[in-house]
């Protein structure tokens, strides 16, 4: 692995760990299911079809283009440094939600092999919710620890997020990271359970302390990966997660979406359900950021 950052510095090599790729399980799904409940997340190298990964890339970033936020070719996923899309879309909920439901994209997200794994996840049939987070994050942008669990627990917990990576994001483009063992961090769930961040929102998700202060106190480590087309890490409510710094040389433009399934059995939470779901604020696809353009101004938050 490249170089990890954390609020532009590099995590120690003792708070750092290459996620394990639990792909082999998927041939004995009570086993994966063993690993799931044992991690609380599973890391699955090469589990989607690459050549669809690479065609919702090139849809996702096409749109970008569109707007002059992406350089040709668009595969390549540089940023131009600039951006055209409040001028050109000055609908900036309805542009996102556009650029969301695109086929390609939708085929990976919510179609074709995902839909297999999550079957097995859960060991019943499952179903994606139909918002789909998708991420476009410039040099400098990062997302802080956090927990899912306010977010999508309204009606159940039986949720899992599953990020996919939309195009290779090796360390240095600010991939996703994970708190190895914090599932059983109790002084934190504990006082979470029932925390809805819609219904009181000045109550932040994210932590106080960065990753790597988090991951020291904890006498823990952040795990990650190189992650190439067609991986996907699937994780529970109940895991601390973030991303690390995008601090690509090239400017290259993190791309990754991020879909919660469920068993299709059970009761939905309407916000992310439908033609055109709210959101969890209400706002629909305009509250995401990835509905802001693309700018040189981000900051890591
Ligand atoms: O992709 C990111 O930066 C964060 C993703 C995340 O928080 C999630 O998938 O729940």
Redesign the pocket.
């Known amino acids: 692995m490249d170089t990890c950052l954390v609020k532009a510095r590099p995590v120690p090599a003792e708070l750092l760990g290459e996620l394990r790729d639990s792909a082999p399980l998927l041939a004995d799904p009570a086993a994966l299911r063993a690993r799931m409940a044992e991690d609380g997340h599973l890391f699955l190298r090469g589990v989607l079809d690459r050549e669809a990964v690479r065609a919702a890339r090139r849809e996702v970033f096409g749109r970008l283009a569109a707007v002059g936020e992406v350089r040709e070719p668009v595969e390549d996923g540089l940023f131009t440094g600039t951006s055209r899309r409040t001028e050109l879309e000055p609908d900036r909920g309805r542009f996102w939600r556009s650029v969301s439901e695109g086929p390609l994209l939708r085929a990976v997200s919510h179609a074709g092999p995902i839909a297999a794994v999550m079957d097995a996840v859960f060991g019943e049939p499952a179903r994606p919710q139909d918002y789909i ?1 998708l ?1 476009a ?1 410039v040099r400098g ?3 802080d620890l ?1 927990y ?1 669990y306010p ?1 999508f627990t309204r009606a159940h917990d039986r949720v899992c ?3 996919t990576a939309l195009g290779d994001v090796p360390t240095s483009d ?3 990271v994970v708190v190895e063992g914090s599932q059983h961090y109790r002084d934190l769930i504990d006082p979470m359970i029932g925390h809805d961040i819609s219904k009181n929102p000045e109550r932040r998700a994210a932590f106080g302390s960065d990753a790597i202060e988090f991951a020291r106190s904890r006498g823990t480590r952040l795990l990650t990966a190189d992650f190439h087309v067609g991986d996907v890490i699937v ?1 529970g409510m109940y895991l601390a ?3 690390l710094d995008n601090h690509s040389p090239i400017d290259r433009v ?1 791309l ?1 979406c ?1 879909v919660r399934w469920q068993p299709a059995s059970l009761p939905v939470d309407d916000r992310y359900f439908g033609a055109d779901p709210p959101g969890t604020t209400g706002a629909g696809y305009a509250e995401l950021n990835g509905a802001k353009p693309l700018t040189q101004d981000w900051h890591v938050r």
């Open positions: 987070f991420r994050g942008r990062a997302t956090h899912d977010f997020t599953v990020w600010g991939p996703l994780f997660h973030g991303s993190r990754s991020d």
